[in-house]
């Protein structure tokens, strides 16, 4: 997709943004299905990563988070593509990648939020649709579903709106305008994602916590 491709035009500052836009849409997966105090402490991870770009939250703390993320990762069984830890997993990871791409700046980590949400909608958008497998001809290009396009439209523009900033600013960095801005424009997806992931758990059964 041309988003990821671009990233590699960015400044380091903007990998991070992608990322943190990712792990804020994708949030409304693991506060579903993870039981509440596991929300709650994602919800302390996510509001981490977004202050740290602006200096709110030290390195140390930044640290300790991805080192209790990987001791309770475990504890998720997200073994199964197909389950309920495997979904909390991976929307959990997205929050931590975000803060690990803001302390190793990396494209290629930078496009795997992107990838992994796309991965968890594109499962979401199938059970939705009732688990059918459609066949696609040569030549035709691979049908998508509704969430997995919302997201892929939300990255490209994402994208759009970074190349600007950069243009004016000849440079760029995130500052904390830019990041408000961009975390309030991810609350109509975000919360359409939770609907969605609301319905795939009572349609699974899975027991939300």
Known sequence: MEAYSALRELPADFLTGFCLACAERGSGVFTTLADPADAEWFSYVLDAAWKAPVGE?????LIEIIEDFE??????DGDDPGSKGF???QSGMLAVNA?????????A????????LETILGSIDFKLGGSQTKVTRA???????RLQRL????????????????????GGALDGDFLENLRNSCVPIRDEI?????????????VQG
Not at 71 to 76: G, K, Q, T
Not at 109 to 116: C, F, K, N, V, Y
Not at 194 to 206: F, N
Request: net charge negative.
């Open 151 to 170: 997201e892929q439209d939300a990255q490209n523009s994402f994208v759009a709106s970074a190349r600007t900033l950069v243009g004016d600013q000849a």
């Open 99 to 107: 803060i690990a791409v803001y302390m190793n700046p990396s494209p």
């Open 71 to 76: 001791s309770r990762a475990e504890s998720f």
């Open 194 to 206: 939770r609907a969605a992931t609301v319905s795939v758990a009572e349609l699974a059964g899975w």
């Open 139 to 145: 030549g035709e290009e691979e049908e998508i579903g």
């Open 109 to 116: 980590r930078a496009e795997m939020s992107g990838q992994t």
């Open 87 to 89: 979904s909390i997993l």
């Open 57 to 61: 939250v030290g390195e140390d703390e």
